[in-house]
């Protein structure tokens, strides 16, 4: 940690910043379990405490005085209550062995005198026996109490897995809530909750469908000029309808984002203004131009999805590009169109392991590093920012194949070669071994799918998947 000290002229600075948001998950548990108290105080016919100062519900009256949203209000009534659950329901104490006070059922000269009033009085009442907290539930607030998450990672987990119908076993909820523990620490809750959507897709994938079917009838795009002269577009999409308009737009801005770094200063627009000028040349593309450049030719839409699962019809699959994975059917009828290319490992025997003896990564090894990393295999990010690099130079004799290749984004390229980072590879799984700078123990951490992608149907017993707990290869 020293060796930071002459960053930025803030000696320690990570160190203190480690401080204090030990001190900050400290008070946001302090939080939650006062929140938990209005929200209980509150509970009482009349109204209680929330109508008493004027709010409909303990979330609003919560909500009103930490100045936030009601959503961050119900995310620490629920890490509250979680926590009760705990301080109640913990293990029982120890038999401290007989009371001398208590009667000896095997001397019958010992017990209690007719003619003392104090041995005629009424037994105390007995503490009330814990009640065991439901055991997935326990997972968690064992990791809030620890501090190995924060409360807001916290009550995403509670909040998905209460929220899963009566299908989705126990032993399912526990191995997710275990798995999604491990994940939480070290990511930022935004990227977390497209984590946690994803285990909730693949815990309960009939009521994914169900919602999946919902949105597709929710889509809409609306256009309209407004009275600054001025074209405004809105909608919402859902999966199947936007992952081809994603993946040409993406393709389209990265094509001018790489071309800009080569010719810096000549072009000054903003990556909106990239998005609108690639939305209105695949209008025009479309509309039939005359132009010999292929604008799109090269964008290819992955739909990854598992053999079992294709030949079954059911379970889940993803595409490129997007957050929410899709059900099955869905998988199946974008796979037939052209743009579509259906990822299936092994499925058509491509030759993956080519050797140093060819440069640049196939197309068939690009699509198998993309069902190992997903996206940056080291930060998560979306498919359309990555490229496949050679983890041993090419130049050194580095081979093309899966164990050398990785996807990362262009930061996290950098940041690898730059800081001296370790990867470890083989076909299934992707590790980092940070520095000493950054890590003195230098713990790897698991990458990829593992880390970032939805999980396998918990209810199919053939199919692992990797956590980020388990052992590098060496």
Not at 106 to 132: F, H, R, V
Not at 202 to 230: F, P, S
Not at 265 to 290: I, N, P, S, Y
Not at 407 to 417: A, D, E, N, P, T
């Amino acid at each position: 940690m020293r060796a930071l000290a002459s960053v930025g002229g803030s000696p320690d600075a990570v160190e203190r910043l480690g401080a204090a948001a030990q001190v900050a998950h400290e008070m946001d548990l302090v939080l939650a379990r006062t929140a938990r108290d209005i929200e209980v105080q509150s509970d009482v016919p009349g109204g209680g405490l929330a109508k008493h100062h004027g709010f409909r519900s303990a979330a609003d009256l919560v909500a009103s005085r930490m100045g936030t949203h009601k959503a961050e209000a119900v995310r620490l009534i629920e890490v509250g209550r979680a926590l009760e659950e705990r301080e109640k329901g913990g293990k029982p104490k120890p038999d401290p062995g007989p009371d001398p006070d208590e009667p000896d059922p095997d001397d019958p000269d010992d017990g209690p005198d007719p003619d003392d009033p104090e041995d005629n009085d009424p037994p105390d009442p007995q503490d009330p026996q814990p009640t065991p907290q439901v055991r997935y539930r326990a997972i968690v607030t064992e990791a809030l109490h620890d501090g190995l998450i924060s409360a807001d990672c916290g009550s995403q987990i509670l909040i998905m897995l209460d929220s899963l119908s009566e299908d989705v076993t126990d032993e399912a909820k526990e191995e997710a809530a275990a798995d999604l523990v491990k994940r939480a620490q070290g990511l930022d809750s935004g990227k977390f909750a497209s984590i946690v959507r994803g285990f909730k897709a693949a815990l309960d994938v009939e009521q994914h469908e169900r919602t999946l079917a919902q949105k597709r009838r929710e889509r809409y795009l609306k256009i309209w000029n407004n009275r600054e002269g001025m074209v405004e577009l809105h909608g919402v999409l859902d999966p199947e309808t936007a992952a081809p308009l994603q993946a040409a737009l993406s393709k389209r801005v990265g094509d001018a984002i790489h071309a800009s770094r080569n010719t810096p200063g000549e072009d000054v627009r903003t990556t909106e203004q990239m998005r609108a000028d690639a939305l209105a040349d695949l209008a025009r593309h479309a509309l039939g131009c005359e132009t010999t450049t292929a604008l799109f030719g090269t964008t290819t839409v992955v739909v990854r999805a598992t053999a079992a699962d294709l030949e079954s019809g059911t379970g889940l699959a993803e595409v490129d590009g997007c957050a929410t994975p899709i059900g099955m059917s869905i998988a199946l009828r974008m796979a037939a169109t052209a743009i579509i290319v259906p990822a299936l490992i092994g499925d058509k025997g491509e030759l993956l392991k080519l050797g140093h003896r060819i440069y640049p990564f196939s197309k068939a090894q690009r699509i198998a590093l993309g069902e190992r990393d997903g996206g940056c295999a080291k930060c998560g990010a979306p498919p359309a920012w990555v490229e496949a690099h050679h983890i041993i130079f090419w130049s050194r004799g580095g081979p093309t194949n899966l164990s050398n290749g990785a996807l990362l984004c262009s930061h996290c390229h950098h940041v690898i070669h730059d800081q001296g980072w370790q990867i470890r590879a083989t076909d299934t799984e992707i590790w980092f071994i940070p520095p000493a700078t950054v890590d003195p123990t230098r713990t790897p951490w698991q990458g990829g799918r593992a880390r970032f992608g939805t999980p396998r149907p918990w209810n199919k017993k053939a199919t692992t998947h990797s956590n980020s707990s388990g052992t590098p290869p060496e």
